[in-house]
């Protein structure tokens, strides 16, 4: 597996990560624990060195079952996890981004994870109610503590990117970011070249969409977050499998498969973005990590962008009330 650095800031991972959340929240039932645990060891025998979780995913317990699964390799992987929520009773309640908040999750999430300092820790959303510089101030405090080696931004803002990064250098944004969200491309990428910081693309397979394995028909669980996304509405659907079966023309020709071809779409749009696709199928880990071994020549990229400028994708990405978190 080849290696990349999140920008400046001197971290290597792999060039392509592990999302970690569906194994446990979001995509239907939490998936079988020992299952879970074989696909991350093979992850990390095929490569893989970046791994995202999250308190929020579960909530809590994806974070136990990276740690557990990735204690044997500690030294020779990066563990990224989130902070920024509230839980009572077990569910999430709102934005808490408040510096002894930031601190005592921190805390919680090094005991969860069993590691001594967490790899890269995000805000997972921008909270209006707490000022971005006491947020990095208060991560910074955690990396002088040793607690925590590099701060990550989720769905953030650029104005809130460029005010984080004087206080405390950003190594990471994370955001969605795929051939059927492309947003990041007008203001977020060329700051974040400016500025040098990496990018981490969530959802870089359109949450599924993109592998041509979904269709109008598809039914997912009543507990599967897509069933609230608007771009997953039926109707949606069917209108966005005109850009899925372009990919999917594109892929034949290139003998690899359509993850494969918007995987490698992906790295080939700078050196800097390391996107972290996921799966709880093993098939799937190697045909998605077969992705870095496509090298997309102009001509390539300019039929995909091509092929793609000829499809209006139909529906928001977010429910209005969660779209309204990102962006700040």
């Known amino acids: 597996m080849q290696k990349r650095k999140l920008g400046k800031s001197g971290l290597e991972v792999s060039a392509i ?23 991350l060891h093979a992850a990390v025998e095929r490569g893989v060195t970046l791994f995202d979780t999250a ?26 996890t989130k902070f920024g929520f509230k839980f009572e009773s077990g569910g999430q309640r ?14 919680a999430s090094l005991k969860r994870l069993g590691v001594e300092s967490i790899d890269l820790f995000y805000q997972h959303r921008v909270d209006p109610d707490v000022p971005i510089e006491d947020v990095a101030g208060a991560v910074k405090d955690l990396i002088q503590d ?13 104005q809130t990117i460029r005010r984080a ?21 007008a203001e977020l990428l060329p700051v974040l070249e400016e500025l040098g910081i990496g990018f981490v693309p969530f959802s870089p397979l359109g949450k599924g969409f993109l592998t041509g394995k979904i269709d109008e028909n598809t039914t997912f669980d009543s507990s599967d977050f897509r069933n609230i996304v608007p771009r997953f509405a039926a109707e949606n659907r069917k209108a966005n499998l005109a850009l899925v079966d372009l990919l999917a023309g594109i892929a034949a020709r290139m003998k690899a498969t359509s993850a494969q071809i918007a995987l490698a779409w992906l790295l080939a749009q700078k050196p800097w973005i390391v996107p972290i696709p996921g799966t709880t199928k093993p098939h799937r880990l190697e045909e998605n990590l077969g992705a870095a071994h496509i090298e997309l020549t102009s001509d390539d ?10 499809v209006t994708v139909q529906g928001a990405r977010y429910p209005e009330q969660l779209e309204r978190m990102t962006g700040r």
Not at 147 to 156: C, D, I, P, Q, Y
């Open 94 to 107: 709102g934005l808490d981004s408040r510096p002894a908040h930031i601190k005592a999750v921190a805390d």
């Open 146 to 158: 040793g607690k925590v080696r590099h701060f990550g931004l989720s769905e953030a803002g650029i």
């Open 301 to 310: 990229l300019r039929e995909i962008d091509k092929a793609a400028s000829q």
């Open 17 to 39: 990560g592990l999302g970690c959340m569906g194994m446990s929240y979001g995509y239907g039932p939490p998936r079988d624990r020992n299952e879970m645990i074989e696909l």
């Open 165 to 185: 990064h004087a206080v405390q250098p950003v190594t990471a944004v994370q955001s969605e970011y795929s051939l059927w969200w492309r947003n990041p491309e």
């Open 55 to 80: 308190e929020a995913y579960g909530p809590f317990t994806n974070e136990e079952l990276v740690g557990e699964a990735l204690a044997p390799c500690r030294a020779d992987v990066a563990i990224a």
